[in-house]
């Protein structure tokens, strides 16, 4: 029953992943130093998967949910012991029932600058071994499409599953991808590095993938879903169940956290040295000066062309080589009202983090020098 449910999510309709490839592949492209870094970097959500009366999937002698939850609490308290400006929340600390909504909503309602799943792995077959990272996207093959629905079909313990599932039709899968795009570059960076580090202990690589975890589905910001083994492979299943073992994963997971948040905190910091230092400072005439109100959208390095459909609908984006950085601006206009309302409009798209900038004769002053300019 779960199954044919979980194909109506994420069916293999060709003409559309072509297309969307096309455009997600801009969209990555272009946010490799993106808007969602604009902000410091302040909290992880950490998910240990199932709970309570749902064990997951078992191993002779082990359980899914309590595997997951032993790596999750150990991951967290490596961030807390090492990363002081971090703050660790958890979807939950003990054996209980968490619905996949609740554990989206406590990651969203957060704030979360990432998204941590952890999980364990199963097979029909007893063979199969390895880890895997999952980021949010169509399936490519039968298997992925599998383990998707095995991990997503605590839907079934919850109430109005039914009702849930009807609202993810391929169409708002893809539409959601497509809104998420933002985060899906840093979510790949991390999930690359969660295997990286994996691969250092010995672990075998099987490498980062995508499917329609509703889980990753309903949360905003960059998200993984791991698989740290199969509990259905005799040695990993021996691996797993011991406590020194399940340390050396969150030790791992935690490295790879260590050197994304390393990596987002150098575009943070460079984002907000290049947009301090571009401020003009000479004594600005208020005679005949062109006073304009912009919206930056994004800074990065990377260039893409300004179409609305790189820009979640937005339109007339405007395009400013600043150094080594492209920026991009929205709402162009000499109303300081008017730009406000434009920037109610990107933030409601998705731009969260955009912000108002003032510009005299084009060159860029202070927004509160600008405002007092216009209003003469």
Known sequence: MFLEKMTLITPIIMHKRIRILFLVSGALFFFNSSYSQGKKFKTVVIDAGHGGHDDGCSGTGSKEKTIALSIALKLGKLIEANDKDV?????????????????????NTKKADLFICIHANANAKSSPYGTETYVLGLHKTDEQEEIAARENSVIELEENSSRTYQKITPEKLIARTMQLSA??????????????????????????????FVVLYKTTMPSVLIETGFLTNSKENAFLKSSANQQKMAKAI???FKTYKEKRDRVYNEIRKNSNSSIE????????SRVEFKIQLASSTNKIEPKSYNFK???DVEIKKDGKYYRYY???TSSYNSVQQSLKTAKAKGYKDAFLMGFVDGKRVDLKEAIKLGNN
């Open 330 to 332: 929205y709402g162009n």
């Open 183 to 212: 985060y899906l570059n840093q979510s790949i960076s991390f999930a690359s590095e969660i295997q990286k580090e994996f691969k250092k202990i010995g672990r075998k690589d099987r490498g980062v993938k995508q499917a329609g």
């Open 87 to 107: 703050t660790v929340d958890y979807t939950r600390k003990t054996d209980k029932f968490v619905t996949l909504d609740n554990r989206a909503k406590i990651a």
């Open 254 to 256: 935690y490295e790879a």
């Open 313 to 315: 609908g937005l339109r």
């Open 281 to 288: 400072k000479e004594e600005i005439s208020t005679s005949g």
